[in-house]
């Protein structure tokens, strides 16, 4: 099966931020713990010969069902929000390969940027209710928060750390193409 | 530019006051470092009186850091840690947590001992817990051993003045980068 870029038609493509989500997931202890941002937004722009993925999340606006600790990720101990107040996404390199989608682009984090991969699925374009053309994009990757300066941890008495360096990105992104 | 210096020894002739006492005599121009003295005047915490009525001396306390634009904490070392009066100040300091006057503030945390170590247990548990209470916390540290010899009543040690000069300037930088980063904010867009 040949790889091509995005099957979708050219064109300006909105994210849907009420059916779309970025969540986060870090290993601790025997568990994971997760996170999601309430406020971002996204843009797809396709033309025929490739596509662009931009997005951006505020971090004023992550979410852990837990005050204090939302108000602790805040801190220059984690995001710095003050300072880098939004997270960063960008790709022209999308390509699919049936229902898989691979995506290398850069990634901003408290001012640092790295290139990654993200891997997941794609669905459509189908029209939605109002006759728009609608796509699905489902994409994971993985990255290091100690990079990029995201490094807070704590020695467990027994030993060992208390929170994983590995954190998992999880996207849900819903886009709309603009009439 | 102002800084508030907090020290965490309530004895007259402290050492680490006194090492505070000699870093205002070493800011820069348009930098005022006040020494706070309130430290012995403020209650053990405890969030009802948070609620019902807080403490006069807490409230002078608050403002005195939100009208601080740095903080510089001298620390002694009690049990391999933080003396209770300087923790129990930074825990009234810390609530509400989401706007306490600390949060995103620098802070730099010196310490003097009259042991060989200069109080480094208690500077790092003074910084884990700034970080915690989400101030910026300057990544300098100066300890002080041995102080009765080398800071006595008054400091007069040239390599440790200019090592407490060193710890303003460094506070003093992190004030402007905070100044500058916050007036290049960038609006959400994609």
Do not use: C
Request: zero cysteines; aromatic letters at 6%.
């Amino acid at each position: 099966m040949s790889t091509s870029t995005i099957a979708a038609p050219p064109g300006t493509w909105r994210l849907d931020k009420v059916h779309s989500s970025i969540a986060f997931q870090v290993p601790y202890l025997a568990g994971a713990f997760n996170g999601t941002f309430r406020e971002f937004d996204g843009t797809l722009d396709v033309a025929d010969d490739g596509a662009a993925l931009t997005g951006v999340a505020k971090v004023a606006s992550v979410d852990v069902k837990d005050d204090n600790l939302s108000t602790h990720l805040q801190s220059p101990d984690f995001f710095d929000a003050e300072s880098h107040p939004e997270l960063r996404f960008s790709s022209d390199r999308i390509a699919l390969d049936g229902e898989s989608v691979r995506v290398a682009g850069e990634i901003e984090i408290k001012g640092v940027k790295r290139t990654i991969e993200a891997t997941g699925a794609a669905h459509g374009p189908v029209p939605n209710l109002q006759g728009n053309d609608s796509l699905r994009l489902q994409l994971t990757t993985t990255i290091d928060r100690t990079e990029f300066g995201v490094s807070w941890n704590a020695e467990l008495p027994g030993g060992g750390k208390a929170l994983s360096d590995a954190v998992t990105i999880l996207t849900e992104l819903y886009f709309v193409k603009e009439a | 530019m102002r800084v508030l210096a907090i020290s965490g020894s309530l004895r007259r002739d402290s050492h680490n006051t006194a090492l505070l006492r000699a870093a205002a005599e070493r800011v820069p121009a348009g930098v005022e470092l006040e020494l706070w003295d309130g430290l012995k005047a403020v209650p053990p915490y405890d969030e009802d009186d948070d609620h019902e009525s807080t403490p006069a001396a807490v409230t002078a306390l608050r403002s005195a850091v939100a009208g601080a634009d740095a903080v510089l904490i001298a620390t002694p070392e009690y049990n391999h840690s933080v003396p209770g009066a300087l923790k129990n100040a930074l825990d009234w300091i810390s609530r509400p947590i989401a706007t306490n006057p600390l949060r995103n503030k620098p802070v730099a945390v010196i310490g003097a001992s009259t042991g060989i170590f200069g109080a480094v247990w208690a500077q790092a548990e003074l910084r884990k817990v700034l970080s915690a209470i989400g101030a910026r916390v300057v990544d300098r540290e100066l300890a002080v051993g041995q102080a009765a010899e080398r800071v006595g009543a008054a400091v007069n040690d040239q390599e440790l003045l200019a090592q407490l000069g060193e710890v303003v300037d460094a506070l003093v930088a992190a004030v402007r980068e905070r100044e500058a980063a916050r007036s290049a904010k960038q609006p959400l867009a994609a």
